[in-house]
């Protein structure tokens, strides 16, 4: 009966632990902006910015780029920026910490550094700010 007894207060204290701890979207989500990036070649593709409020997205911003390495030239313009439901799906989306140290040391790094030298050493808001002063200049 013991036995049973201290099996039982440990499994409740386990229980409580698990529920005290941090899981990853709450802490993606300590963030004012999510990144994701689509693209089927490096040089052209998508930045999307998923925005929060309180933890809760709000909207979504899709920015579509070129990069030329080469010439070392970028070009970015806003395609999307729409509402999203509360509900909306985040799963691909990351925070800063997680996108950059993803980004660090593949060969995406030196396509982003095209954009700006320390792109992969900001923010995703900075990143945001940046990409959104950059095709405000377009215009």
């Given amino acids: 009966m013991k036995l049973l007894l201290l099996l039982l207060l440990l499994s409740i204290g386990l229980f409580s632990l698990s529920c005290t701890t941090p899981s990853k ?10 990144i ?4 089927k070649v490096i040089e052209h593709g998508y930045f999307k910015f998923l925005e929060l409020k309180d933890s809760v997205p709000i909207k979504e911003i899709t920015f579509i780029y070129n990069i030329d390495k080469k010439s070392r030239e970028f070009s970015i313009s806003l395609l999307n920026n729409k509402e999203v439901n509360f509900d909306y799906n985040i799963k691909d989306f990351k925070n800063s910490q997680e996108w950059n140290s993803k980004q660090h040391n593949s060969y995406r790094e030196q396509y982003y550094k095209v954009i ?7 923010s995703n808001e900075a990143k945001f700010k940046l ?9």
């Avoid at 989500?29 to 999510?34: D, G, P, Q, R």
């Avoid at 994701?36 to 693209?39: A, E, M, Q």
């Avoid at 959104?132 to 215009?139: F, I, M, R, Y």
């Fill in 36 to 39: 994701h990036t689509r693209y």
């Fill in 116 to 122: 700006n030298e320390n792109f992969l050493h900001i």
């Fill in 131 to 139: 990409l959104d002063s950059l095709t405000v200049d377009e215009k």
């Fill in 25 to 34: 979207t709450t802490q993606q989500m300590s963030e004012k902006f999510l």
